[in-house]
């Protein structure tokens, strides 16, 4: 393979930067089950007339449904996958190693300002992509369907993460809408590709 | 002028202290250039692949390295709540000088911030596998009829865990076979064959096809960016290593893992007879079980 062409395949596969971990940080158990009785979670709405330019932007805005499916099951695939491509501490190592939070790998070695510098090159829109393709991913492995949704929708309970990170308060309030969404049943618009 | 490898070898294992001392684990690559002799201590991994990216292997801790990993965590968090109790007391020094503040001087004076109190379930601290990372460079390679590379590492058991190439600048690129992926063992003082490494859809976008193998399509297809080919008889094994003990690789399933490059999500493609999904559980097709998340 050409120099030139595995540059091609690398940016193909889109980028990724670790995010530095901050030393001593403290965090949450990533997926430590939390309790959240869903009649307190707000249905997000979901119905809405296509208009002009909405399907072409069904790569950034969609949501995730599975039939069969309660909410606390769909709440804790969806922290999962927004655990996962955040690069933090998801799995407990078979339970044998306590340790809930050890950041990125960069972060692990002391690689913050070679982050800073990854992300002065990379720039926010590629994690931003990078996100939205790994929920795509993650979803999709668990045997959730993809559904568009005009921006307008999708903003009311979604949320895009570049280079900065959103609260934890917000994002789990987020998270439990998205939930909400995923097991309110069939949409009436067309399932998209993963 | 020729250097026998092992002798760069055994010069950086003196180098490198037990492996819980979190320092790069070791591995040593070879050149097509280079003779080879087996160090009786070291383990050999002979992977093939008609494609020059790099390889992200992971070793698996080992009962005394997750032991001593708790001792040293522990330590972490005794002296982290050292330090936490006297950032406390300055906390509540200035707290209670805030609270003295009149109003005007309170709306100028950000309010000091209470620390949080590192606990056994919220401490941070790197991770066990953060020394245990070998990469098999793609472009590096041993022989070229073969496709095959070489590499020197320490003997344990081995995880694929994804195809990621690592900047100087600490970035990296590629992607995790967070989601699903084998893992193998590897005995000191012989060659163990991987076999092929595959990059089906890499592949078949440099070939112009439609992404296909053993009935698998993309996307929910089950078909993924890297799948395996164990080793068999009828591949090709440089001729330097031909005399040399070696073994093919026997693959079990793995869980998933943590993202610790904060690259793409992928798994590996389901491998007959080894490895399975149902839905996103990975699935140990030998044992016919699920497979716990390392």
């Given at each position: 393979m050409t120099i030139r062409n595995r540059a091609a395949v690398l940016a193909a596969l889109a980028m990724a930067m670790p995010a530095a971990a901050e030393a001593q940080k403290v965090a949450d158990r990533s997926l430590a089950p939390i309790a959240v009785d869903?009649?307190?979670v707000p249905l997000p709405a979901l119905v809405f007339t296509e208009a002009a330019g909405d399907k072409e932007g069904y790569d950034k805005y969609f949501y995730f449904v599975r039939a069969d499916t309660d909410f606390a099951t769909a709440y804790q695939d969806i922290r999962e996958c927004d655990s996962l491509t955040r690069g933090?501490?998801?799995?407990?190592?078979g339970g044998t190693v306590p340790y809930p939070y050890a950041g990125t790998m960069a972060g692990a070695i002391g690689g913050a300002i070679g982050s800073a510098l990854a992300d002065a090159i990379f720039g926010s829109a590629q994690r931003r992509a990078m996100r939205r393709t790994n929920l795509r991913t993650c979803m999709g492995y668990k045997g959730y369907s993809r559904y568009g949704l005009s921006k307008d929708l999708w903003t009311k309970f979604n949320f895009e993460e570049g280079l900065g990170s959103v609260a934890d308060d917000e994002r789990q309030k987020f998270l439990q809408m998205q939930a909400k969404a995923a097991v309110a049943?069939?949409?009436q618009g067309e399932e998209l590709e993963f | 002028m020729r250097i026998p490898m092992i002798i760069t070898a055994a010069a950086v294992a003196l180098a490198?202290?037990?492996?819980?001392?979190?320092k790069p684990a070791f591995s040593q690559q070879f050149k097509s250039t280079t003779a080879v002799s087996i160090d009786p201590t070291k383990a050999y991994l002979l992977m093939r692949s008609p494609v020059s990216l790099d390889v992200k292997l992971l070793r698996v801790a080992r009962p005394d390295e997750v032991a001593a990993y708790q001792v040293e965590r522990a330590a972490a968090l005794v002296t982290a709540r050292a330090k936490y109790f006297k950032k406390l007391a300055s906390y509540n020094q200035e707290a209670k000088a805030w609270n003295n503040y009149d109003a005007a001087d309170r709306a100028r004076m950000p309010k000091p911030e209470r620390p949080i109190e590192p606990t056994e379930d919220n401490f941070g601290f790197k991770a066990i596998?953060?020394?245990k990372f070998v990469t098999v460079w793609?472009?590096?390679?041993?022989?070229k009829a073969a496709e095959a590379r070489l590499i020197a590492v320490d003997p344990g058991t081995y995880r694929i865990y994804g195809q990621i190439f690592e900047g100087t600048n600490g970035s990296s690129i590629g992607f995790c076979l967070c989601m699903g992926s084998v893992q193998f063992d590897v005995a000191p003082g012989r060659i163990t064959d991987m076999g092929s490494i595959r990059y089906p859809l890499n592949e078949a976008l440099k070939n112009k096809v439609e992404p296909s193998w053993n009935g698998l399509t993309k996307g929910n297809g089950g078909l993924t960016a890297m799948r395996i080919e164990p080793p068999a008889a009828a591949d090709p094994v440089p001729a330097s290593l031909a005399a040399l003990p070696r073994e093919a690789a026997v693959y079990r399933a793995a869980g998933k893992i943590d993202n610790f490059f904060g690259v793409i999500i992928q798994r590996l493609t389901a491998l007959p007879g080894v490895l399975s999904y149902r839905r996103d559980e990975v699935i140990d097709e030998r044992a016919g079980k699920a497979v716990a998340s390392d």
């Open positions: 869903p009649a307190t933090i501490r998801t799995y407990m190592n049943g069939k949409p | 490198v202290p037990a492996a819980a001392t979190a596998e953060s020394d793609g472009g590096r390679v041993f022989d």
